[in-house]
């Protein structure tokens, strides 16, 4: 199943999966604890353009 994922991934995105993996691992949330309240703010990271570009290609519009 992990191979005909990636294959897709490949042909639809247009570049190898070791370059979308590369890509979607500089994506990363972080997670702040407030030692007095004991809450934990997720803060939710931006995609790079690159990365905009494959999953706008990944999905395209109907």
Not at 8 to 29: P, T
């Amino acid at each position: 199943m992990a191979l005909v994922i990636s294959k897709h991934i490949e042909i639809k995105a247009g570049v190898s999966i070791r370059k979308f993996l590369d890509e979607s691992k500089k994506i990363v949330d972080g997670q702040i604890l407030n030692h007095i309240t004991h809450k934990t703010v997720t803060v939710k990271a931006e995609k790079t353009p690159n990365m905009a570009k494959l999953v706008a290609k990944l999905f395209p519009p109907h």
